[in-house]
């Protein structure tokens, strides 16, 4: 079982240049959203998604774009790097996305913007 | 302005003891709430949850405990073991099913 694949694992990026962080999963999940990592400010909601063709804006929105064609993948775009960017992007997945359901995260893509 | 909490960044204990891992909430709206453990390299991963009409749920070495009156919650472990040692990330969820995570607390065992 595949679960949640996201790729690349390491990117680094200059400041101006854009770049799209992949995810698929396996689970035929409606729900997909992205999550940044952070020391000293936990994983922080930037989009998600309840179902193909639906997404919307979490907390840190700002500079980033998603969009969600199929049920399986939902890309993170950045439109244009900025250094505050650097971060851990954790895409994660759950049946319907209700509070009470786990997600099931990815392994994580490690960017640095320099 | 964090509505998640976990005071403590890291923990260390020594195999065998009890481990204790705190979270405090600020809105009593929120009625469930996660435990997520995350090794290096690789993403959070669900350990145990509770629903706010319940004050404990056991599942085998780990507890967890709500008091809803103080806004808290705590994950014990016990016996800790090394391969306990990972980051423990509490989470709330209310009626719009967005899930927040406190900061994380790094847990180190040591043999």
């Known amino acids: 079982n595949a679960g949640v694949t996201q790729t690349p694992k390491f990117q680094v990026l200059k400041t101006g240049q854009s770049m799209t962080l992949q995810c698929a999963q396996d689970?035929?999940?409606?729900?997909m959203s992205w999550y940044r990592q952070d020391p000293g400010m936990g994983l922080r909601l930037i989009h998600y998604?309840?179902?193909?063709?639906?997404?919307d804006q979490g907390e840190v929105p700002n500079g980033y774009n998603v969009s969600r064609s199929t049920t399986e993948d939902f890309p993170l775009r950045l439109l244009s790097a900025a250094p505050s960017q650097t971060s851990v992007y954790f895409c994660?997945?759950?049946?319907?996305?209700?509070?009470?359901?786990?997600?099931?995260f990815g392994s994580g893509t490690q960017l640095s913007v320099l | 302005d964090q509505q998640v909490k976990q005071n403590s960044p890291s923990l260390s204990v020594q195999e065998g003891r009890i481990s204790i891992l705190n979270c405090d909430y600020t809105?009593?709206?929120?009625?469930?709430f996660l435990w997520y453990k995350k090794y290096p390299a690789e993403g959070p991963t669900f350990l145990i949850s509770?629903?706010?009409?319940?004050d404990k749920n056991e599942d085998g070495r780990f507890t967890v405990f709500l008091n809803k009156s103080a806004k808290h919650l705590s994950l014990h472990i016990v016996p800790s073991q090394p391969g306990d040692s990972a980051v423990y990330f509490c989470?709330?969820?209310?009626?719009?099913?967005?899930?927040?995570f406190g900061q994380g607390t790094t847990l180190q065992v040591k043999p």
């Open positions: 994660a997945s759950s049946y319907s996305g209700a509070g009470t359901e786990k997600l099931f």
């Open positions: 689970m035929n999940h409606e729900y």
């Open positions: 998604s309840v179902g193909a063709g639906i997404t």
């Open positions: 809105n009593s709206m929120f009625d469930y």
């Open positions: 509770i629903s706010s009409i319940k």
């Open positions: 989470a709330v969820s209310s009626n719009t099913g967005k899930l927040i």
